[in-house]
């Protein structure tokens, strides 16, 4: 527990828990706000030719492909493996509840990529004053934002499976 002055201490478990919980939802409200508040800075950038509103699109649908293919594999391997180690875990909660993450996230990196195809056909701009395209490609920005971090919490996840499974145990 660290105290630091507090009139309760916190425990450092619980802060890190509640950390990975709701990291990726208020980096999200982070992304979809500065997108909001840095719009005409961001269409400066881009009307400048200081960065390629194409590639940066290409960039986040190349990410999101691999993401989707990842993720489909570790949902697959999740799936059928037959080891002792996974076969003993199959019928907890933890393991549903894992299982129902990966593929909601699936779905949302799926998601990402379906939005991004007509992002890369007619590379839009956030524009000089906050429009229907500028709150658009916030709500974008924040879906991959969003996506990134529960990727991030399933790769964490999948490691600690893989780290026991070879542990033997």
């Excluded at 907890?92 to 890369?120: H, K």
Aim: with cysteine; net charge positive; charged share 10%.
């Amino acid at each position: 527990m660290i105290g630091y002055g507090l009139a309760r201490p916190i425990q450092v478990g619980a802060a890190v828990g509640w950390t990975r919980r709701f990291i990726g939802g208020l980096s999200a409200i982070i992304a979809f706000a500065a997108c909001i508040g840095f719009h005409r800075e961001l269409t400066v950038q881009f009307e400048s030719g200081a960065w390629n509103v194409s590639n940066f699109y290409s960039a986040v649908f190349g990410w999101a492909s691999i993401q989707t293919g990842f993720l489909f594999a570790v949902y697959v391997y999740l799936a059928t493996k037959t080891s002792p180690f996974m076969e003993s875990v199959k019928e907890t909660e933890a393991y549903r509840s894992m299982m129902a993450f990966t593929r909601a996230t699936l779905w949302l990196v799926i998601s990402v990529v379906l939005a991004t195809v007509p992002l890369l056909v007619a590379t839009p701009l956030p524009g000089d004053s906050i429009s229907i395209v500028t709150v658009l490609i916030a709500l974008w920005c924040g879906l991959v934002v969003y996506t990134f971090f529960r990727f991030l919490r399933i790769i964490r996840a999948f490691v600690a499976i893989e780290s026991v499974r070879r542990q033997g145990k």
